[in-house]
């Protein structure tokens, strides 16, 4: 792999794949041949492994009804336990302090009722203009929850290129009217990754907490949230994690709070042994368990069984470095085959803050995805000007990209794009 030099051509493409050593893998996912898939950071694959998980969580529930929680290949009852510990390498965090649990958006509500304590005139919340819609609703609700108005209370760090954040704006926010910052790790239109280590010191300098949107960076890049000392982190595991559409989320607390109660509580959060004592007085979990709510979705977090297997089996290392090779080898392609057609390249190019995907920026971007997907490549499409291409280490080979910038090439030149409506689909 460190023998890449670039050529154009579709033989370097083959070259690289004879190389790769992840390549194995890719038989592992059920791959559509008649498609090359580039939405692995929207909605990864289905592989074999999640499949039979899922219908071993089946066979339990056949088998051994109520006694699932208990009994069976998978009890149900320590699943999300088990889960976190099989995702905390990831996060680079201890098995306890993860959890999976919930989704993105309700773990972001649970974390900020956990941690977000307004005192004196220290009531705001940092967040930033380019976060994903989700959080910012769910901050706003819970400063409204506390009876503060958003409009004053949530700060909304200013892009100033409409792509990226710049780590000293985000810093300059930090002010003593500041009791907490959210912020995503990786930005999920252009892909830039946040400098969260910095960050992290530099909130903790001011007496402020900090908290991470870990979806695009889950299953892409290493992180560690412990060594960091990261206060929370949440995110979903149906991106890079291919634990399927609407797959349980997973969240992060630092050990230092183990024992706080929860803003949200349920009888799931309580320490496992007391749980079924029943009392009216919860008795939390002394781990990041504690922060569950109800009955997990067994159903729904049993695909990670099977393909957090993988993870473990490979490591992040491994899959971030075929996964920078495979979005270098295409930001050279597309410079070399697409020079002229009016794209620019709007992720982040050194690999220091580039995440797992590849944002091509177009005035008619959302038609050109549409003539990618009769092309056969699925892209997606986020408004109001970028094509987001996401080759993933696990499933995407470089002959994959190779072709993709060859129909990409094609639908330019012949202006393919032309016969569709320069309009965003229902779900984009
Ligand atoms: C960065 C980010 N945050 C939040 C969400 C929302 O997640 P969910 O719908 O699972 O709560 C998404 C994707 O849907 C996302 O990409
Ligand atoms: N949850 C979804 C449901 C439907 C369609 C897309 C999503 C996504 O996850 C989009 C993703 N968060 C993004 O980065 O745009």
């Given at each position: 792999?460190?023998?890449?030099?670039?050529?154009?051509?579709?033989?370097?493409?083959?070259?690289?794949?004879?190389?790769?050593?992840?390549?194995?893998?890719?038989?592992?996912?059920?791959?559509?041949?008649?498609?090359?898939?580039?939405?692995?950071?929207?909605?990864?694959?289905?592989?074999?492994?999640?499949?039979?998980?899922?219908?071993?969580?089946?066979?339990?529930?056949?088998?051994?009804?109520?006694?699932?929680?208990?009994?069976?290949?998978?009890?149900?009852?320590?699943?999300?336990?088990?889960?976190?510990?099989?995702?905390?390498?990831?996060?680079?965090?201890?098995?306890?302090?993860?959890?999976?649990?919930?989704?993105?958006?309700?773990?972001?509500?649970?974390?900020?009722?956990?941690?977000?304590?307004?005192?004196?005139?220290?009531?705001?919340?940092?967040?930033?203009?380019?976060?994903?819609?989700?959080?910012?609703?769910?901050?706003?609700?819970?400063?409204?929850?506390?009876?503060?108005?958003?409009?004053?209370?949530?700060?909304?760090?200013?892009?100033?290129?409409?792509?990226?954040?710049?780590?000293?704006?985000?810093?300059?926010?930090?002010?003593?009217?500041?009791a907490m910052v959210v912020l995503p790790t990786i930005l999920y239109r252009s892909g830039q990754i946040l400098d969260m280590e910095r960050l992290t010191a530099e909130a903790h300098a001011r007496d402020i907490l900090i908290g991470f949107d870990g979806c695009h960076s889950v299953g892409a890049i290493p992180h560690a949230f412990d060594k960091w000392d990261v206060d929370f982190a949440y995110w979903c595991n149906y991106k890079h994690l291919n634990g399927g559409p609407g797959a349980v989320g997973g969240l992060y607390v630092n050990r230092k709070y183990f024992g706080k109660l929860p803003g949200l509580a349920g009888w799931f959060g309580s320490d496992k042994m007391k749980q079924f004592d029943m009392e009216h007085q919860m008795t939390p979990a002394e781990t990041a368990g504690a922060y569950q709510i109800g009955t997990p979705h067994v159903l729904s977090a049993a695909p990670l069984l099977g393909s957090l297997s993988i993870f473990a089996e490979v490591g992040i290392e491994r899959i971030r470095r075929k996964s920078l090779l495979l979005t270098t080898y295409f930001m050279d392609l597309i410079a070399h085959e697409l020079d002229g057609f009016g794209f620019t390249i709007g992720n982040p190019t050194d690999e220091k803050r580039r995440g797992g995907h590849v944002s091509l920026e177009h005035p008619e971007a959302a038609r050109i995805c549409k003539a990618l997907k009769e092309n056969k490549v699925i892209p997606d499409f986020r408004a109001p000007n970028m094509i987001r291409l996401a080759p993933v280490a696990l499933y995407s080979s470089f002959t994959d990209v190779w072709e993709v910038v060859q129909r990409l090439k094609a639908i330019m030149a012949e202006k393919q794009y032309e016969k569709f409506e320069n309009q965003r689909n229902v779900v984009a």
């Open positions: 792999m460190n023998t890449y030099s670039f050529s154009p051509g579709r033989s370097l493409a083959v070259q690289l794949d004879e190389q790769d050593e992840l390549g194995v893998y890719r038989k592992e996912f059920y791959v559509n041949p008649s498609t090359i898939y580039m939405d692995g950071n929207s909605l990864g694959l289905l592989s074999k492994r999640a499949e039979l998980a899922v219908l071993e969580s089946l066979q339990d529930w056949r088998e051994h009804a109520i006694d699932g929680w208990t009994a069976g290949q998978h009890p149900w009852y320590t699943l999300s336990e088990r889960l976190g510990a099989l995702v905390a390498p990831l996060v680079g965090a201890e098995p306890d302090q993860v959890i999976v649990t919930g989704s993105t958006t309700v773990n972001l509500h649970q974390l900020v009722a956990t941690f977000y304590q307004p005192e004196g005139k220290r009531t705001k919340i940092v967040a930033d203009e380019l976060n994903f819609p989700s959080d910012i609703y769910a901050l706003q609700s819970q400063l409204r929850i506390h009876g503060f108005s958003p409009e004053e209370n949530l700060i909304r760090v200013a892009s100033r290129d409409g792509r990226f954040l710049d780590e000293e704006d985000i810093i300059a926010a930090m002010t003593d009217e500041v």
